[in-house]
């Protein structure tokens, strides 16, 4: 794998640039914002990536919950969630005590590079190239053990995801198999520089078998085979998948927060 002498705080910001990239081609409009920018589509409204703002820029330290909560229900006034992606590490720390007090979801999420080696090899045969159709279905299956998403919510955010991997210069999609059943997803998104893996997923009824593993080994092979400089992936902070990236050879680079109001919050 090729590497450029880049500091750790220039590969997160490119890695970062380069997925909000992939959601501003994905949605129906952008609007330049003084933290970063908003995106919207009307089409997708569910589906919080795609509706929310990016704050990539370093948030004042005079800017409190109330200020977030107000510009958010300014930018979207007609959305149910409202969402915003914060790079802003520190910032996040300060906020998020009093969001969550107002029924806000804060996720801390780690992007992660990949460095080494993988501490073992995949069991062989379980994870393979998928088609569109392919993918999609292990990624319904994942959605409906969510009680809390009805049919025509997870129709959304399957064609929302789809719009994504679309509107990615390069995009290979992985699933993992056991007995003939597919139940794990990895997404890999590549602009020929960087690469991302994205959307890793495991229906219950199969985890614990390794799948997980051998769709994103499937994935980082692919990225190591195009001579991709960058190879990055996100996990939460605080689940177990980043124990596992990390024995696949993925290394800290930094952390970003995303706040969400999902639509049952006051």
Not at 29 to 50: I, Y
Not at 83 to 90: G, H, K, N, R, Y
Not at 93 to 112: F, K, N, T
Not at 115 to 122: A, Y
Request: hydrophobic share 40%.
């Amino acid at each position: 794998m090729t590497r450029t002498a880049t500091t750790t705080d220039d590969r997160l910001r490119r890695a970062l640039a380069f997925n909000r990239a992939l959601y501003e081609r994905a949605c129906g409009r952008r609007e330049e914002h003084r933290w970063g920018v908003a995106l919207f589509d009307a089409r997708r409204p569910s589906f919080w990536t795609l509706n929310g703002l990016h704050a990539e820029a370093p948030l004042d330290p005079a800017v409190r919950a109330e200020d977030v909560i107000d510009e958010l229900g300014r930018l979207y006034p007609d959305r149910r969630h409202r969402t915003m992606i914060l790079c802003d590490d520190a910032a996040g720390g300060r906020l998020v005590r009093e969001l969550s007090e107002r029924g806000w979801q804060a996720d801390h999420i780690v992007y992660m590079a990949l460095e080494g080696g993988r501490d073992r090899p995949p069991v062989p045969g379980v994870a393979r190239e998928a088609s569109e159709e392919e993918l999609r279905a292990v990624e319904r299956a994942v959605l409906a053990e969510d009680r809390g998403h009805d049919a025509t919510v997870i129709e959304e955010v399957l064609e929302a995801r789809a719009a994504v991997r679309a509107a990615a210069p390069v995009t290979r999609r992985f699933v993992g198999a056991l007995g003939g059943r597919d139940g794990a997803t990895a997404t890999l998104f590549s602009d020929g520089g960087v690469a991302l893996v994205e959307d890793v997923a495991t229906v219950t009824p199969l985890r614990g078998h390794g799948l997980a593993r051998a769709a994103v080994s499937a994935a980082i092979d692919a990225a190591l085979a195009g001579g991709h400089e960058l190879i990055v992936i996100g996990a939460d902070d605080d689940d177990w998948p980043k124990q596992l990236y990390g024995r696949l050879g993925f290394a800290d680079l930094g952390r970003v927060w995303s706040f969400v109001r999902p639509r049952s919050a006051p």
